[in-house]
Each structure stands twice: as C-alpha cells, then as structure tokens.
C-alpha cells in the first residue's frame, strides 16, 4: 500500500538553530498534512498542502509540496522551546485512508 | 466542544484478556480512525470508517476488531491481548478521508 517515508528519525538541534523535515512517497499524492504532537501529548493538524509546487508558511514554519507532488518539507527557522515534539506528515493512501510518515522527533537544547 | 473522546486513557491488562477501547466524535465526521504509536514507528493505521456502516482494514489489523456503531462512534475491541499489543492507540475523526484529522487524547495500554 502506500507509504510515507520520513527523514530524519530524530533531530537534536541548540535553540536558535533551523530545523527540516523531509516527506517522500513513492507515488503521486493529491495532498499531504503535517500534524504536530507534542511529548505526551496527541497529533494536532497544522497545515493542508494540494498544489503542485506549494508553499506555506506559518510564523517561523515553512511548508513546501514539490514540484512532483512526491515529496514535502517542513522548515522551522530559529527553534524555540517550544517547538520541541515529533512532527508528522501524512497522505492519502488510497481508499479514504490517511497514512502517516514515521516522524520526525525534535528535541532542542535551550 | 469536546472533539474526540476516547475512553479509558489507561488501561493494563493481562495476557489473553478482552477489552473494547471506546470512541466518540461529536463533529458530524464521516470517517474515523484508530492508529497506534509504538516508538521509532510512527502513526500505524489499525482500521478506518469511511462512513458510517463500513469499516476496513489499515496497516496492522491482525488481533483487532471493529465496530462502527453510529456515525459518532467508533470501539476497537481486542479479543485476547498480547505483549506485542501494547501501545498508545489514538482514535480520530475527518469530515473525509483526506482531510485534517482530529485526535482522541490517546490510550496507553499495556499488556503484561
């Protein structure tokens, strides 16, 4: 079925430093999510991205659909505390089913 | 304004016993959903709605049953639990199926 690959599995950056996220598929998908969960905390939804070559940003968050649609990235610039949790992308996979990437977990050193 | 509402938020339970999680949404969804969070493995899809009346399997089905009882609920039920099946399960809701989902508070169940 489809899947949502995500790298990296784990990032540790100091406060004030930028961190990426990196979404593949191996298929065309229509749209993909990114959701946030903080650490004990459940997946909260941050953005939709559906155009070929999208870009949103949200405050100090960057978001971008590639050109194939096979791909996306989530860009935070200068990390704050309160950035720390694992963040998720997520696509269709057929079927009416949403699947997720593996995630990425963000810590950061104050 | 409760959203999703997952009950219990724990639960331990002994090898080989029974136990139906519950869910509810009060969002007028159509699809629902019930994944697990294992660690280093991300959100794993257990079984979905679609709408009310069906159900299918996701990802990792095996030892799990579904009920879709309404358009607002949504129990998976364990028959006989194992080890391997502890986890935090996470219920959520979409008004469809590829659009923002919504999430319970989680399940952390543990098997022993």
């Known amino acids: 079925g489809q899947q949502v690959m995500q790298i990296p599995q784990y990032q540790h950056v100091q406060e004030g430093e930028d961190f990426t996220t990196y979404c593949n598929s191996s298929?065309?998908?229509?749209?993909i999510q990114w959701y946030k969960q903080r650490p004990g905390g459940h997946p909260v939804f941050l953005i939709q991205l559906v155009k070929s070559g999208e870009v949103k940003k949200q405050k100090r968050l960057t978001f971008q659909f590639g050109e194939a649609k096979k791909n996306s990235s989530l860009h935070i610039t200068a990390t704050q505390t309160t950035d720390v949790g694992t963040y998720f992308c997520a696509g269709p996979g057929g079927a009416q089913k949403l699947v997720f990437g593996q995630g990425t977990r963000l810590t950061i050193n104050p | 304004n409760a959203g999703v509402t997952q009950t219990p938020k724990f639960q331990v339970l002994k090898t080989g016993q029974s136990m139906t999680l519950q869910c509810a949404q009060d969002?007028?969804?159509?699809?629902m959903y019930w994944y697990r969070q294992d660690p280093g493995m991300g959100l794993r899809l257990i079984y979905y709605s679609a709408s009310e009346g069906t159900t299918d399997k996701g990802e990792v089905p095996n030892g799990y049953n579904v009920s879709r009882l309404n358009k607002r609920e949504f129990s998976l039920r364990l028959e006989s639990a194992a080890p391997s099946q502890t986890s935090v399960y996470f219920c959520a809701s979409s008004v469809g199926g590829y659009t923002e989902a919504f999430f319970g508070q989680g399940t952390r169940l543990t098997v022993v």
């Open positions: 969002m007028n969804h159509n699809s």
């Open positions: 298929t065309t998908l229509s749209n």
